[in-house]
């Protein structure tokens, strides 16, 4: 599936063209990261912001304190999770000026950055410098990623983790079978990171693993097993120091998993159960227990949710790796196991999630960091694709290359039409926003809330309005820390409307339209994400549409 730049028929040539897609590479990182410079605080808080941010500040006491103040190891579930990213953006805190929300949707775009130049350059790594950039562009492109790489401060960083330690991995097997010392501490501080955050970190050792296997059945088929398995033995105890770099670095993240040996197992059963009351989410139209999500779930999902060409190239890339891996080229194995790494990483957590059916909620944020390998196939696809098309003459390219700016330009427009509501976008397959929303969650996370309390703030201001108790009430369907934290002190937040002056609403389905005077909504693209109503004087029974509804998780 590659091209090597120095097969080509002018090679001098080739390394102008090469080094110019490079500089269109590095030119769209510039042009992201000045986006990201000028609209992260534009990024409302979400459920879980408020109680993350406490815990890097906990993290943060834990080694200030000289491992004195334990608090950090037992706070509510979320010492279950690593705390790199809670624990930096609560120092970075400390050194901007931006506040503690905003720092932290900065630190999220730094990072998504991050998953973004890895991402380019798996895919020159893999398949030249065309194909690094298709991928940046196809992932730099998609709203799922460029949305939670601002407001999520668990899946969003971890995807990028993963795109770290992944680039270790395919170095490694390239390298195959002596890595080099680089690429082993390249490979420990990836995958040290990657469970650090989550423990589904754990695939991308399964990933290893797996590729392993793959490698032992070609070198036995070469020669016979026993070489084979030394060879890989010799492989893997070059790795030794790369594992303690690994348990050094996940210790450092995530101090909880340290305490006693099983401690990331425990987690990892924990989150497999019944860790949460179970709630019902809006699904195909229908409101479905998590506990009960059907196996279509996550591939509706990502067949709803991913660009049209994103999806296009990465299925073709599966397929192409498919073959790329199953060549019969002795010199190349490593290179092949690498595209099977690549292949592993974009597929097989999909697949477990269909055959385990674990819980799964609050659209695919889960599965992000399966987005930016799928983005790899997809730029290897395209530049297998381009390098067919060239012997077909410029009209063949050049309708390509039509076809493939409309395909990278329509989530762009997306990504601009919804912002900062990113995250939200479905692609026209679903019918966009508008067409989802009777069947699938949008606003799961509540974004929409924070511009609604600016907007209250305005209103209240404009019409020099003053409350009767020395204090407004407002009722909140939704999270409350999001509004709290923008309308202030002088404001009470409740759940019960009952003596309330105002009532804020999501647009989900558990969020009651109200019989009361509507002063204003917050919509994109004709779909309604929050409502704000007056209701001083009203009688409201309750917020919620649907009995029941545990108001922790709503």
């Not at 001083?536 to 549409?545: D, H, K, M, N, Y």
Request: aromatic share 12%.
């Amino acid at each position: 599936m590659q091209v090597a730049v120095d097969s080509l028929p002018f090679p001098s040539k080739a390394i102008s063209v090469a080094r110019g897609v490079d500089t269109v590479a590095i030119v769209a990182l510039v042009l992201v990261a000045a986006i990201a410079a000028f609209t992260f605080r534009d990024y409302g808080l979400g459920w879980d912001d408020y109680t993350q941010s406490q815990y890097g500040e906990l993290l943060l006491s834990l080694y200030a304190s000289g491992f004195a103040d334990k608090r950090a190891l037992s706070f509510v579930n979320v010492y279950m999770y690593g705390g790199g990213f809670d624990l930096l953006a609560a120092l970075a805190a400390k050194l901007l000026p931006f506040g503690v929300f905003a720092t932290r949707r900065l630190i999220g775009a730094a990072i998504g950055l991050i998953g973004l130049f890895v991402t380019w350059r798996l895919g020159r790594r893999l398949g030249g410098p065309t194909a690094g950039l298709v991928a940046l562009l196809l992932l730099a492109a998609c709203p799922l990623y460029y949305g939670h790489m601002f407001i999520n401060s668990k899946d969003g960083p971890f995807a990028a983790i993963m795109a770290l330690a992944l680039l270790g991995i395919v170095r490694a097997f390239d390298e195959y079978p002596r890595a080099s010392p680089a690429t082993i501490a390249l490979c420990g501080v990836g995958v040290g990171l990657a469970i650090g955050s989550r423990v589904l970190g754990g695939f991308a050792v399964v990933d290893v693993l797996l590729t392993l296997i793959f490698i032992i059945f070609v070198r036995s088929r070469e020669s016979a097993l026993k070489p084979a398995l030394a060879e890989c033995g010799s492989f893997l105890t070059a790795f030794i120091p790369g594992a303690i770099l690994a348990y050094l670095v996940m210790a450092m993240v995530w101090p909880w998993s340290v305490l006693a040996p099983l401690n990331p197992l425990r987690a990892a059963a924990y989150f497999s159960h019944d860790f949460e009351k179970p709630w019902r989410e809006l699904f195909d139209g229908r409101l479905i227990p998590i506990t009960q999500m059907p196996r279509s779930y996550a591939p509706t999902l990502i067949a709803l949710k991913l660009p049209e060409l994103m999806l296009a190239l990465g299925i073709c890339g599966i397929v192409g790796a498919v073959i790329a891996a199953a060549r019969n080229d002795r010199s190349k194995v490593g290179r092949r196991a690498a595209f099977v790494s690549v292949l592993l990483a974009a597929i097989l957590p999909v697949l477990l999630t269909i055959i385990a059916r674990p819980y799964i909620y609050n659209g695919i944020r889960h599965l992000v960091f399966v987005v930016p390998p799928f983005a790899i196939l997809g730029g290897l696809a395209a530049s297998w694709i381009g390098s067919r098309l060239r012997h077909s003459g410029t009209a063949a390219v050049a309708a390509a290359s039509l076809a493939f700016v409309a395909g990278i330009a329509s989530p762009i427009f997306d990504i601009v039409r919804l912002h900062p509501y990113e995250y939200t976008d479905y692609n026209h397959l679903a019918g966009g926003v508008r067409g989802a929303q009777a069947d699938f969650m949008l606003d799961y996370w509540g974004l929409s809330l924070t511009q609604a309390s600016r907007r209250l703030l305005d209103y209240i201001a404009e019409s020099h309005q003053t409350p009767e108790n020395g204090h407004w009430t407002v009722a909140v369907c939704g999270p409350h820390p999001p509004v709290l934290v923008a309308l202030g002190p002088q404001f009470s937040i409740t759940w019960d409307p009952k003596g309330a002056d105002f009532a804020m609403q999501l647009g989900v389905f558990y969020c009651a339209k109200l019989d009361a005077p509507l002063l204003f909504k917050i919509a994109r693209d004709g779909v309604v994400y929050a409502r704000v109503y007056d209701i001083r004087g009203r009688t409201i029974a309750s917020l919620l549409t649907v009995p029941g509804i545990d108001k922790t998780h709503y």
